[in-house]
């Protein structure tokens, strides 16, 4: 038996040296809408995450975002990040090129893209405005032999990949998340068929794909969730007073978040008499308009909206909360969460968490399990799941430990970057290469 045992343990160490040394042949080209971006931090932990792996990861956002905070791993991130204006001399090279080696390929490329976004104001302005610098993502993927594309958002990013593909040949996938596959899914059919495979966050959104794409494509999309790092957020040991009770919510202020019906669930646990004081954090449009809210119902004493806040503060925040809630909704224009990482942070924490029964959100959180959820927009009924949490402090600390069994054993940052490199490494392009280790495009190649 320890023999057997032994020689199980070398062919492990083997088969992970391998996998290490496969990894280190990847060269991984990450393209995003807007970068740094706060409510999109995920990507860069997962690009991170990845390095670690040993996978090469070059970033070409499409926009740069000026954000008022910016976390340290970002600030380094941002040195690296490969910007480009809507238009440059080195932008109108790429251009060039292109159409002296391969205009007919440039032209079709281009019609393509601008037939498919035809018809969407948002996708054919979107495609206009991002063709240009796509073009030089392609000619600059090439040169520094990139062997995959991947997309966060099946949006512009996806249009982006598109397009660097039919120039290159490079291939791409793309991660669909909430909001770019609820919404509108221009093009969402071309972009699975011309992909190498598509990711997508939650098995909801893999059945809305499929339903609006058709089942031939149902072995091309992958599930493979966003995760969080449980070693950063990680439970309080010290014992927490009960009164007055916190709660958090770190959220963006926008209507899908459902901001409105927490305030106003605030205000029947007010009248009730029950000591509370909850913290809202983020920025966002209907910032202004939940303050005006807050200010009418009298809660300025008992909900204090903060601005944003580095990552090291929201771990700590969360350490000192009781309880996490996130009322997510459906917008009139279909909006919805993916899996809101904000839950996981929570959960991670092992807070209990109360939410939405919406989209991807129960695959979370289960329901009288890791926490409480209620249908969309039902005032009385939040008010009702987080008095339950209220008065219990026994049912608060079971579900905290379940929510945090349930991150560590689903949606743990480092298992699922390396899920995500396992299907990069099945992909990986076998494009011959030049001398110097650069693509030598199909067109060219004789072989």
């Known amino acids: 038996m320890p023999e057997l045992q032994a020689k199980e343990s070398t062919q492990q160490r083997t088969q992970l040296l391998h996998s290490s040394k496969e990894r280190q042949k990847l060269k991984v080209a990450y393209t ?9 931090t995920f990507i860069l932990y997962e690009i991170l995450a990845l390095e670690k792996l040993g996978v090469q990861v070059e970033l070409f956002p499409l926009l740069y975002e000026r954000q008022s905070v910016v976390h340290p791993e970002a600030a380094k991130m941002l040195k690296r990040a490969n910007f480009y204006p809507f238009i440059s001399l080195s932008i109108l090279s790429a251009h060039l090129h292109y159409l002296r080696c391969k205009p007919r390929t440039y032209f079709s490329v281009l019609w393509q893209v601008l037939r498919g976004t035809f018809g969407s104001l948002n996708f054919f302005i979107g495609a206009i405005g991002i063709f240009p610098k796509s073009v030089k993502m392609a000619y600059e993927m090439e040169m520094r032999g990139v062997n995959h594309l991947h997309a966060h958002f099946c949006t ?8 660097v593909k039919g120039l290159t040949g490079i291939p791409f996938s793309f991660t669909a998340h909430g909001s770019d596959v609820h919404v509108e899914r221009r093009m969402l059919d071309k972009k699975i068929e011309a992909a190498r495979f598509a990711v997508t966050v939650s098995d ?7 339903e609006e794409c058709g089942e031939q494509v149902g072995d091309k999309i992958k599930v493979v969730h966003c995760g969080v790092d449980p070693d950063e957020f990680i439970p309080n040991s010290k014992q927490k007073e009960d009164r007055p009770l916190r709660i958090i919510c770190v959220a963006s202020f926008e209507e899908v978040k459902g901001h409105k019906y927490l305030v106003e669930a605030f205000e029947i646990l007010n009248r009730k008499g029950v000591e509370f004081r909850c913290d809202l954090i983020g920025y966002g449009p209907l910032k202004k308009k939940v303050r005006a809210q807050i200010r009418k119902a009298g809660l300025e004493d008992k909900v204090v909206v903060h601005k944003p806040r580095p ?6 925040m969360l350490r000192e909360a009781h309880l996490k809630v996130l009322p997510s909704v459906r917008t009139k224009r279909g909006k919805r969460e993916g899996i809101p990482v904000v839950l996981m942070e929570a959960m991670a924490s ?5 939410s939405s029964r919406l989209s991807g959100i129960p695959e979370l959180v289960e329901h009288n399990k890791t926490g409480l959820l209620v249908e969309p927009r039902d005032v009385q009924g939040l008010a009702n799941a987080i008095l339950k949490l209220v008065h219990d402090r026994k049912l608060r600390k079971t579900m905290g430990a379940a929510g945090r069994e349930k991150v560590l054993r689903e949606f743990d940052l480092r298992k699922n970057a390396e899920e995500l490199s396992k299907l990069f490494l099945s992909n990986i392009d076998q494009t ?8 030598i495009p199909r067109w060219m190649d004789k072989s």
């Open 32 to 40: 995003l809408s807007r970068f740094p971006k706060l409510t999109e």
């Open 156 to 163: 512009h990013p996806a249009v982006a990949a598109l397009i």
């Open 204 to 210: 909801f959104n893999k059945n809305v794909m499929i």
């Open 311 to 316: 990552r090291a503060e929201i771990v700590q």
């Open 350 to 354: 092992a807070l209990p968490v109360v």
């Open 432 to 439: 011959p290469r030049s001398e110097n280790g650069t693509h």
